[in-house]
C-alpha cells in the first residue's frame, strides 16, 4: 500500500536536503517530472497528497539456515504491509530450505495421507503418489504445459498445523464433520500448496534454476466418461520441477490466514511482473479487466511473442486461459502425456491488484531485498540451493479481522458490513466507489494486499473477476462443496462440511472429499 | 522531484542516515555495481523498464510497530499490549477497578490474574480451574470462555448486551497465553477454590 501523509510536514524540513546530501545519501530514485507522483502542491495551489513508498528490507539471519517466524500481529492499515509479506517470505524460504539433493523441506512435512485417518485402502507411504489432485479447485480443470503434461500439486503443512489436527482430535472423517465451528486456526500453523512440473524427459540444463525433486505422482487413465481418473495408489516416479508455491499462514489475530503465493523466477533483480523475469506464465501488462470485459474476451492481441511454461507464445488473450473440455484430452496413457496438447495461461491481473497494474512498493523492494540478501550470501549457500529464483507474486489477508465470521464470504461485497452499511444505498455506492478506485487500500476494504491474486500455475483458469480472483473467494467461513468451494458460489454439488470457522482451510474438506468420493 | 525522492530525502534527514541503505559489510560493492549494471542490461534485452533497479538493499529486520507509535524487537511487548487492549475493551468494564464482577478485579493485573482460580469450575484433574494458565491457553478458564462466546455474559433483555471479543481477538489472546506469560512465576496447585497469594477465587 502506499502510506498517505499531507504535505505539511514537509515543509520545515526541506532544508535540511542539503544535510541529507551531506550525510552520504543517494536517492535510490530518479528524479522525475512525470505526473504520476504526487506533487506538494497542485497547480491550483491546492496541497495535495503526498504518496510514500513503503520500503520493505529482507533479514541478514534468513539464510543460509531460515529461523522460525517470530509471532505477533502486525498493525493494520494505514500501518504498512511490510510484516504480513515478510511473513510469508519467511515462511517460505524455511519450507523450501534444500536438503543435501536439493530437496525442499515441505516435502517430508506432514500432509494429508499422514495426518489424517483413512479408512479407504491406501498404499503405504513410499508407494503411494504424494503428488497428484491434477484437476484445479474451482472449475475443476485441467493445465497443460508445453510439453503436453499436467501440473501435478502437493498439500503439506507444517508441523504446528498437524498438531492443532491432533489435539483436538480431528483426524477422522467424523470428528471432521463435527468439528465445533467456532473452533480457529491458531497463530503459527501454516500450510502449503505446491505446483510441479513434470521434467523427466527435459534437459536437465533447462532446469537448473528451478528446485527439483523426484516426486511419486498418480497414474492417469481415461474413465468410461471421458474423464481423468488418478490413481495415487499406482504411482509412477518422475523428475519434478517447482514452478509455485502457496504460503499459507496465521498470525495472532489472524485466522483467517495470510494468503501469500510464490512463482519461479529467472533471478534477481526481478522486483515485479513487468520485469520479464517469471517465467511460469506471462502477463497482460497493459490494463487489468474492464468491467465491460472482465474475461478479456475481446482482446485479440498476443499477451507475450515468447513462450512460457504454461504459455505458448503469440497465443491471443482471448484464446488463452481457456481450459481443454476433460472429455477432449487425448491421453497417451504410456507416457502419461497429451501429446499435442497444451494450454495458454496468462495473468490477468498484472500487480494482481484490483484498482492498478503498478505492483506495491512494499513487496517490489521486499522481493528486491531478498534477491540481494541471496546475491550477498552466495558464498555460504549450498548450490543445490535454489530458493533465490522464486519471487513472491503477492499476498491477501484481513485489515480488519474482526469481521472474520463464521458464515462469511470474506469480500468486498455486499456482503461486507462495511458495504452493506446497514442497507444505506448512498452509504453502499459511496464504499464500492472507493474500493474500486483504491482497492485493498481503501478504507472500506475488509481485505489487504493483493485482492486480485491468483497463481496462474494453480488457479489458471479462475483468475477472472467473475469466477475466483483471490483467495478468500473459495476459502472462507461458509459450508464447503465437493468442488472445493463456498456453497453459496456452488448450489449443485453436494456440501462437504457445513460452515466452520476451520473451512477457511481446504485440507479439512479435501479430507472429507477423498473419504467420501 | 517526486514523492518518492521527498520521502527518501526526508527519511534520510530525520533518521540522520538512510533507512533504505544497509551495504554495511553485507555486500561487495563491486559485486553490486557489476549485478546492476548486469541488471540493466538483462531487462533491456528482455524489453523490460529502461531504469535499473531503484530500490537500495535493505537487509535489516524491521522493529515491530506499536499502536503508540513506538517499536520493540520483542513479540511479546507488542502481543501483550495488544492483548491488555482486548482486555480493556472487552473485560476491564467488570473485572478491573472498581469493578469486581465475579469476585476478582485483576483482569489488567497479569501477575494476580494467573494465580486466580475460579471457585465454581473444576479442571480434569479436580482442582478448581485457574483462569489463565501461562502456555496452555485450552487449559485457561478465561481463555475457553471467550472462546466459547460465553464471556461476556447475556444480560437482561431490559440492559443493551455487551460485546463479545471477536475471534481475532481470541486468537490473540491465545497466542498471548501460550508465548507471552511465561514470565510470570506460575502459582503451586491449591485446593478448595483458595487461590495462592491471598488472592480471591473468582466465579468466572
Known sequence: MKTISTPTPFLPFLGLFGVAAALGCSDPFQFDSAPHGAALTSPDGTPVVAEEEEICPASEEWLPTTPPLELFQPLPHPAGECPFYRGAWQNFLIATQPDAEGRPAFQFYPSIDSMFTSTKPKAPPGQRAWLGDIKQAGGRQIVIDQNGHTLYYGIHVNQAYADFIKDNGLTTLEAVKGADPRLFFPAGVVEFKSAWQDITDEPAEKYDTFIQTDGLVPRLSKGPQGEIVEDRNAPIQRHMALLALHVVYTYPGHPEFIWGSFEHSQGAPDTSAKDKKRDVAPTFELQNPTDDDPDNVRITEAVSANDFVLYKGGTPANKANAAIVEANLNLDAATQSFPGQQTSIYRMFPASKSNTVDADDAISSLNFNVGQLFVSKGGVLSKNDKRGYYRQIGAVWMDKPDFFTLQSPLQNDDTSPLVSQGGDAAKRAAALADIVANGSDSASSILAGEDRLSSTAMESFTQGPGAFPNCFTCHNTQAVTTRGIPSNKDMVSPVLLEAKLLNVSHILSQFVLEETQ | ?204
Open chain 2, 1 to 204: 522531484m517526486n514523492a518518492r525522492s521527498i520521502a527518501f530525502l526526508l527519511s534520510c534527514a530525520a533518521s540522520a542516515g538512510c533507512y533504505l541503505t544497509l551495504d554495511k559489510n553485507e555486500l561487495d560493492s563491486k559485486a553490486a555495481g557489476d549485478r546492476r549494471a548486469d541488471a540493466g542490461a538483462s531487462q533491456g534485452d528482455a524489453g523490460g523498464p529502461s531504469e535499473g533497479p531503484r530500490f537500495t538493499t535493505s537487509l535489516d529486520t524491521p522493529a515491530i510497530e506499536l499502536a503508540d507509535g513506538t517499536t520493540t524487537r520483542d513479540p511479546c511487548v507488542a502481543t501483550t499490549e495488544q492483548a491488555r487492549d482486548i482486555l480493556t475493551a472487552y473485560c476491564a468494564g467488570c473485572h478491573a477497578p472498581p469493578g469486581t464482577a465475579g469476585g476478582f478485579s485483576s483482569i489488567l493485573d497479569f501477575p494476580t490474574l494467573i494465580t486466580l482460580r475460579s471457585s465454581t469450575v473444576k479442571d480434569s484433574t479436580g482442582e478448581f480451574a485457574r483462569l489463565v494458565i501461562p502456555g496452555q491457553p485450552d487449559k485457561s478458564r478465561l481463555y475457553l470462555r471467550a472462546r466459547n462466546d460465553e464471556m461476556p455474559p447475556v444480560r437482561p433483555p431490559t440492559e443493551p448486551q455487551l460485546p463479545r471479543p471477536t475471534i481475532s481477538s481470541v486468537s490473540l489472546l491465545r497466542t498471548w497465553i501460550q508465548r507471552c506469560l511465561g514470565n510470570y512465576d506460575a502459582p503451586a496447585a491449591s485446593p478448595g477454590g483458595t487461590s495462592p497469594g491471598g488472592a480471591t477465587p473468582s466465579s468466572l
